[in-house]
């Protein structure tokens, strides 16, 4: 997926998702949660509901998620800390690269179906086509921070794979410890490195949306689509937009060098990179810290940039 790319992929006809939807979609999820409880008296489904009523709502623009992308190939871990609210919808404007799915996590292909093993391997094969459109976190059970990987159903209906009333179904899910931490080069080694490389972007993504000096957040009226301006909407009509905040700038001289002597002639994007930064009483303890990528070179002189690619990578 390019770096600019300002459409989302999917069936004929579908529309992309919008800042403008997100409480209708939190609404028909929620409502979707309480059809389960009721069909089954799933206490999973209820407490998901009560969640998902209380859930902040967050749309990441698609400068953000790039750099969150990017990031996120070397974060070392994923912590539950981390996550910036106890419940969250998330989608990006942008939709991520599709992710491999091995097991039908969301119930998606299996409401009112019945398949052999080969059609369902088929059927599973096209699924894992589809784009991630957003993340959901939760705590289904006490002592768990369950995290999903969402699909929009209209491309899952679009594409002929069937579904059922679920707007943003789950294409694969993460659990971790609600209180910990999970190291993803030994808690998560069961599992595919797409779905390794998908926590590893919700972390860095969370890490990234509440650093002040990376990304600037604002607070949407999704009823109108803007910043409200002397007024306060309902609470649940309020989405936290998280944008990319400006490149810092370290001006050099035109022509000087480095220490090895390379001369400056044009300007450049340091990459940002991670930092366990020290904290708390007599700073014993260890706050995961994101050192902003930022500009360097002299003032007048051209911008080296490289076409960024959306991948899954660990």
């Not at 529309?15 to 209708?24: E, G, V």
């Not at 002299?298 to 660990?314: G, H, I, N, S």
């Given at each position: ?5 300002s459409r989302q992929p999917g069936g004929a006809g579908v529309k992309p998702l919008r800042i403008n939807d997100m409480p209708t979609l939190r609404r028909k999820m929620i409502a ?128 002929g794979l069937g579904g059922d009333d679920h707007p943003l179904p789950a294409l694969t899910a993460v659990s971790l410890p609600a209180d910990g931490t999970l190291d993803f080069a ?129």
């Amino acid at each position: 997926m390019r770096e600019r790319q300002s459409r989302q992929p999917g069936g004929a006809g579908v529309k992309p998702l919008r800042i403008n939807d997100m409480p209708t979609l939190r609404r028909k999820m929620i409502a979707h949660a309480l059809r389960a409880h009721q069909t089954d008296s799933s206490t999973h489904a209820a407490r998901v509901a009560a969640q998902m009523q209380e859930a902040t709502l967050f749309w990441v623009s698609a400068d953000m998620a790039q750099v969150a992308m990017d990031a996120s190939h070397d974060v070392p871990e994923i912590r539950a800390a981390d996550a910036p609210t106890p419940s969250g919808l998330l989608l990006f404007e942008n939709p991520l690269p599709p992710l491999p799915v091995q097991d039908d996590t969301g119930g998606i292909l299996r409401q009112g179906q019945h398949m052999d093993d080969q059609l369902y391997a088929a059927t599973m094969q096209r699924l894992s086509a589809l784009p991630v459109v957003g993340v959901q976190w939760t705590r289904p059970k006490p002592g768990v921070l369950e995290i999903s990987a969402l699909a929009d159903m209209r491309q899952i209906k679009a594409a002929g794979l069937g579904g059922d009333d679920h707007p943003l179904p789950a294409l694969t899910a993460v659990s971790l410890p609600a209180d910990g931490t999970l190291d993803f080069a030994s808690a998560l080694g069961n599992r595919t490195p797409e779905v390794i490389a998908f926590a590893a972007l919700v972390e860095a993504t969370w890490v990234l949306m509440m650093t002040p000096t990376a990304a600037a957040r604002s607070l949407i009226d999704a009823g109108t689509g803007r910043q409200p301006r002397g007024y306060s909407p309902p609470r649940a009509r309020e989405v936290t937009r998280v944008d990319l905040r400006p490149l810092h700038h370290v001006s050099t001289e035109l022509g000087e060098t480095d220490a090895r002597g390379r001369v400056f002639r044009h300007r450049w994007v340091v990459r940002g990179h991670w930092r366990n930064q020290a904290h708390g009483p007599k700073r014993a303890q260890r706050r995961l810290t994101w050192v902003p990528s930022y500009v360097k070179g002299p003032d007048d002189a051209p911008l080296l940039l490289t076409e960024k690619v959306m991948v899954w990578r660990r």
